[in-house]
């Protein structure tokens, strides 16, 4: 059985990548014929982000369930508030190595064809350009980062 803390590490990501997924520009097509193929995409990702988000906490009562959305909320809150002056690329570059630092190390892991497995493979071709600017890259990685380092201090992530 999953503690707090496990639930809030599990949403998390998926919570940050659905917020980001609001952001005008975040997901824009860098072809325009490509906008209507885009905006199918996008709406696809984000059901699946919220499905992803929600799956952590689908076992608990509802009063427990609101409780953890709150921590959820402020813990996301704080994170979004310092995305007023970054681009939406670097955003989404930082929250694609933020996700894959915590699969990489079986922090996070995807089951096949789960919520956030489809979400991530919906993501993936989205990215593709952002990682042949090697600076934006490599100031993504940094970014990521300090936000594992933000959230290590909050308890998350250990």
């Not at 975040?26 to 995409?41: I, K, N, S």
């Not at 988000?53 to 609101?66: I, N, S, V, Y």
Request: hydrophobic share 45%.
């Amino acid at each position: 059985m999953l503690n707090d803390r496990q639930r809030i590490e599990l949403a998390l990501p998926a919570y940050l990548l659905f917020a980001l997924s609001k952001l005008p520009g975040a997901f824009t097509p860098a072809d325009p014929t490509l906008a209507d193929r885009a905006q199918a995409d996008i709406s696809e990702l984000r059901d699946n982000l919220r499905t992803a988000c929600l799956e952590p906490l689908a076992d608990l009562t509802t009063r427990k369930r609101q409780a953890i959305v709150r921590r959820l909320d402020r813990v996301a809150k704080d994170i979004v508030a310092g995305w007023a002056n970054q681009s939406a690329l670097s955003l989404v570059l930082t929250h694609w190595y933020f996700l894959k630092d915590l699969l990489d190390r079986e922090v996070l892991i995807l089951w096949q064809d789960s919520a956030m497995d489809r979400a991530v493979h919906v993501l993936l071709p989205m990215f593709e350009h952002g990682f042949d600017e090697r600076k934006r890259d490599a100031g993504a990685q940094e970014q990521a980062g300090r936000l594992l380092a933000r959230l290590r201090a909050e308890g998350l992530y250990a």
